[in-house]
T-cell receptor, first 114, second 109 residues
Framework: DAGVIQSPRHEVTEMGQEVTLRCKPI?????LFWYRQTMMRGLELLIY????????DSGMPGDRFSAKMPNASFSTLKIQPSEPRDSAVYFC????????????FGPGTRLTVL | GQQVMQIPQYQHVQEGEDFTTYCNSS?????IQWYKQRPGGHPVFLIQ???SGEVKKQKRLTFQFGEAKKNSSLHITATQTTDVGTYFC?????????WGLGTSLAVNP
């Protein structure tokens, strides 16, 4: 397996633009997590899915952020409109049985909002 | 979700020195996971501890789970520059792992 795949790896955009981040989890994993990492706040869980259903989105910063998982092999995290404070590295991770087993992280998307 | 306190937040050592990071919880944990993130990289799973008093070793790394299952530690013997990174301990009591800032280790050659 190729592991968790994320795209793009880097994204530079201007404030107000829409940003879409993509993730392909490891085949067979039933949990998918979206994280955001900054120097100040560390690694924050934004939302996670179980069997394609959003379970907890309490970490989402607000209604500018939305996430979808239309099927078991694909998820998106969308920011609209983007703001400079959204600049961070966004990770997608997948696992089998959530917190009971190890999470496999993708390489991340480094987002810069100017 | 459940969170643990991890100390220290930062540690600088000379290559060859030992290093230890500690995790403490106010409640009993069913298990604890350790991850390492290299600078510019993504978190990578190291190990999971489940049993009270459990000790596991991976080469120069020794992981311990306290008898009361409320604390854990990671000890690195004779650090090398390849040990540089941030180490996270994550309680796995439920489906959502709670992450924090971890312990960032710098190794001076």
């Amino acid at each position: 397996d190729a592991g968790v795949i994320q795209s793009p790896r880097h994204e530079v955009t201007e404030m107000g633009q829409e940003v879409t981040l993509r993730c392909k989890p490891i085949s067979g994993h039933d949990y998918l997590f979206w994280y955001r990492q900054t120097m100040m706040r560390g690694l924050e869980l934004l939302i996670y899915f179980n069997n394609n259903v959003p379970i907890d989105d309490s970490g989402m910063p607000g209604d500018r952020f939305s996430a979808k998982m239309p099927n078991a092999s694909f998820s998106t995290l969308k920011i609209q409109p983007s703001e400079p404070r959204d600049s961070a590295v966004y990770f997608c991770a997948s696992s089998w049985a959530g917190g009971l087993n190890e999470q496999f992280f993708g390489p991340g998307t480094r987002l810069t909002v100017l | 979700g459940q969170q643990v306190m991890q100390i220290p937040q930062y540690q600088h050592v000379q290559e060859g020195e030992d290093f230890t990071t500690y995790c403490n919880s106010s409640t009993t944990l069913s298990n604890i996971q350790w991850y390492k993130q290299r600078p510019g990289g993504h978190p990578v799973f190291l190990i999971q501890l489940v049993k009270s008093g459990e000790v596991k070793k991976q080469k120069r790394l020794t992981f311990q789970f306290g008898e009361a299952k409320k604390n854990s530690s990671l000890h690195i013997t004779a650090t090398q520059t390849t040990d540089v990174g941030t180490y996270f301990c994550i309680p796995g009591n439920n489906r959502k792992l709670i992450w924090g800032l971890g312990t960032s280790l710098a190794v001076n050659p």
